[in-house]
């Protein structure tokens, strides 16, 4: 049975600071690696996607990263910003057949002080 | 990506009563989703709803309790029946996009609170 842990549960940092979040997996065998932030009492929004042959994704202050050898993923935020504080979720979907089932993290909730 | 409204967003319920939350999106997709957020916790997945066809229902989860429907390819619904304070979570649905690796979208959750 897949399990995701993401350490640390809660990280605070001062604005502009880069930070890495880190995700780990126990089945190599996945999919894909999703990332997602969560604001207070709302949905998820995807983030990042890597695909399994991939070893990183970019988009504007967010680089995403995958090793499966390893089972680890890690999300790296540029120049902080207090807009981006929320909780980050990864999520790990297996591969085989009907294997849609997101395995979520429990999350690192992010505060970016000013 | 794809646009996911839910409905109602949040709800206080007395234990004993049912509620059906709906979920609409704006394309037409095979896959839906929904899943659980206990306080504290991560998200579990409750079932997976196909189009015409009976609901998926993962373990710990049983269809007299989350009964579904699936009626068209853009809307499905998720009832919690005879509900108790412990089915108190955040309750979203999710969706596959039309690329090529299965990334899911998701609602805004329905925030749910038994007393």
């Known amino acids: 049975k897949q399990e995701v842990t993401q350490i640390p549960a809660a990280l605070s940092v001062p604005e502009g600071e880069n930070l890495v979040l880190n995700c780990s997996f126990t089945d190599s065998a996945i999919y894909n690696l999703q990332w997602f932030r969560q604001d207070p009492g709302k949905g998820l929004t995807s983030l990042l996607l890597?695909?399994?042959?991939?070893r990183e994704q970019t988009s504007g202050r967010l680089n995403a990263s995958l090793d499966k050898s390893s089972g680890r993923s890690t999300l790296y935020i540029a120049a902080s910003q207090p807009g981006d504080s929320a909780t980050y979720l990864c999520a790990a979907q297996l591969t085989g057949a009907g294997s849609y089932q997101l395995t979520f993290g429990k999350g690192t909730k992010l505060s970016v002080i000013p | 990506s794809a646009v996911i409204s839910q409905k109602p967003s949040r709800d206080i319920c007395q234990r004993g009563t049912s509620l059906t939350i709906q979920c609409q999106v704006d394309?037409?997709?095979?896959?839906m989703f929904w899943y659980r957020q206990q306080p504290g916790q991560s998200l579990t997945l409750i079932a997976t709803?196909?189009?015409?066809?009976?609901?998926?229902?993962e373990s710990g989860f049983v269809i007299d309790k989350f009964p579904i429907s699936r009626p068209n390819l853009t809307f499905s619904t998720l009832t919690v029946s005879n509900m108790s304070p412990e089915d108190s979570s955040i309750y979203l649905c999710?969706?596959?996009?039309?690329?090529?690796?299965?990334?899911?979208?998701f609602g805004p959750g329905t925030r749910l609170t038994v007393l």
């Open positions: 709803a196909n189009q015409g066809s009976e609901a998926t229902y």
């Open positions: 999710s969706v596959e996009g039309r690329g090529r690796y299965n990334e899911q979208f």
């Open positions: 890597i695909q399994s042959s991939q």
């Open positions: 394309s037409q997709v095979t896959m």
